[in-house]
């Protein structure tokens, strides 16, 4: 019984990083990049919108700019729809997903990779399992642990 209490705890531990929520710019039609500010970060949907998508758009008056939360599916679909649209030239349209917080903003100078990201989430995992898990096994007989 208590094997079955502690793998489900330990379960539940490396699951806890599988449902984080992720934060985008959300803005309709702005030009110049200018919505890459604070009062535009949205909070996606947890478990729904997973990625951030942008698109630019160039029109006569210039570069427009939409960014929003997206699923996964829909972001690479649009994305690889328009890409034979992608020119750069007048009426171009460039959609690009990415699914790291706030991806849909301006370039950062040095991003971290996202295996670093997890990396560091499998750490917390580890030391959340080190720290209450392990110790109280530690007092327990070994015949206890293994039934």
């Known amino acids: 019984m208590r094997l079955l209490v ?3 705890l330990f379960g539940v531990l490396l699951d806890a ?6 934060q985008c710019y959300q803005c309709e039609e ?3 990049n200018d919505c890459s500010t604070p009062e535009y970060i949205v909070n996606c949907t947890v478990n729904v919108q997973d990625m951030c ?3 630019v758009l160039v029109k006569p008056d210039g570069i427009h700019y939409r960014k929003s939360c997206a699923s996964s599916g829909a972001c690479l679909i649009a994305s690889s729809g328009y890409q034979q649209f992608c020119t750069g030239r ?3 349209v460039c959609i690009s997903c990415c699914n790291t917080p706030l991806c849909n903003g301006p370039k950062r100078k040095r991003p971290v990779p996202s295996a670093a990201v997890s990396c560091m989430q499998m750490n917390r995992q580890l030391l959340l399992l080190l720290t209450f898990v392990l110790p109280p096994l530690m007092f327990l007989p070994l015949t206890q642990i293994l039934l």
Do not use: F, R, Y
Request: proline letters at 0%; charged letters at 15%; a positive charge.
């Open 6 to 8: 502690l793998a489900t």
């Open 17 to 22: 990083g599988g449902s984080l929520q992720i």
């Open 30 to 32: 702005m030009k110049h």
């Open 53 to 55: 998508q942008k698109e």
């Open 90 to 92: 007048l009426n171009s």
